[in-house]
């Protein structure tokens, strides 16, 4: 395989593994201590209080940092 391709592959699966879907958000949450169900994550979507989630193919994703400091605050 081409040495380039490789580290380009590298590069996009080391930032695909910085999104977070909507599961996963509610799931870290709770871990983190401040449990939000993946209903309570859309809401805040839909009424402007969360940013909209970015698409990664069809599935709607979060930068995971960002969402996670997000719900924090709230």
Partial sequence: MDPQVAHIGTLLKREEEGFVDYPTSARL???LGFPTSVRTLRFYVNEGILPQPQKLGKTPVFVERKI????LAI
């Avoid at 996670?68 to 719900?71: F, H, P, R, S």
């Fill in 29 to 31: 949450s709770e871990e």
């Fill in 68 to 71: 996670l400091n997000l719900l």
